[in-house]
């Protein structure tokens, strides 16, 4: 069963910086596309950031270029999301997600995780 | 990037057939992606590549693609079907759009 845990998420002060991680199982890690895609409260999807399976490719949302990091360990199946600078606008729920299918060209999501909560506030 | 527009809300009786609609300029040339989001839970792939839907999802959904419109309907529309829909796209350098969500209230 694929399962996709978020963590590393919390109340953080403006400016400040967090890291969330993501655990994989139950697939091979180290073949697919990963993404973090957020959802500030009462509001819809946004796309944050993805990279692909063997740190190749990677591309970040214009609101977070040069904030945010993804990176991935293959070895230790988990995905990361390093967030700098942050802003009260980046609150919101975190998810992790899996793309089935970036390497021949398609963008999509079939596996997310639950989601964990980043606050920025003072 | 560009944009996906969809309505902000349809409603629906039970038993009747719901159709959400996504706008954008790039859809006749990028495959649409559609998520059900209910409360407090992550989204879940409905269909993908515009009408293909993924094992486990109910054959009473479905998609469909004309010119700069896609189409998610729901055939025979039950409670349980009440949630968020969003639709998603993609750019060829793989720059993910989503669509603002349309909140399907069954009556």
């Known amino acids: 069963e694929v399962q996709l845990v978020e963590s590393g998420g919390g109340l953080v002060k403006p400016g400040g910086s967090l890291r969330l991680s993501c655990a994989a199982s139950g697939f091979t890690f180290s073949s697919y596309s990963m993404n973090w895609v957020r959802q500030a409260p009462g509001k819809g999807l946004e796309w944050v950031s993805s990279?692909?399976?063997?740190?190749?490719?990677?591309y970040y949302a214009d609101s977070v270029k040069g904030r945010f990091t993804i990176s991935r360990d293959n070895a230790k199946n988990s995905l990361y999301l390093q967030m700098n600078s942050l802003r009260a606008e980046d609150t919101a729920v975190y998810y992790c997600?899996?793309?089935?299918?970036?390497?021949?060209?398609?963008?999509?999501?079939?596996?997310w995780g639950q989601g964990t909560l980043v606050t920025v506030s003072s | 990037s560009y944009e996906l527009t969809q309505p902000p809300s349809v409603s629906v009786s039970p038993g009747q057939t719901a159709r959400i609609t996504c706008s954008g300029d790039?859809?006749?040339?990028?495959?649409a992606y559609w998520y059900q989001q209910k409360p407090g839970q992550a989204p879940v792939l409905v269909i993908y590549k515009d009408s293909e839907r993924p094992s486990g999802i109910p054959e009473r959904f479905s998609g469909s693609s004309s010119g700069t419109t896609v189409t998610l309907t729901i055939s025979g529309v039950q409670a349980e079907d009440e949630a968020d829909y969003y639709c998603q796209s993609a750019d060829s350098s793989g720059t993910v759009v989503f669509g603002g969500g349309t909140k399907l209230t069954v009556l």
């Open positions: 990279i692909s399976s063997s740190s190749s490719y990677i």
């Open positions: 997600a899996r793309d089935p299918a970036a390497a021949d060209g398609f963008y999509y999501f079939d596996y």
């Open positions: 790039a859809l006749p040339k990028q495959y």
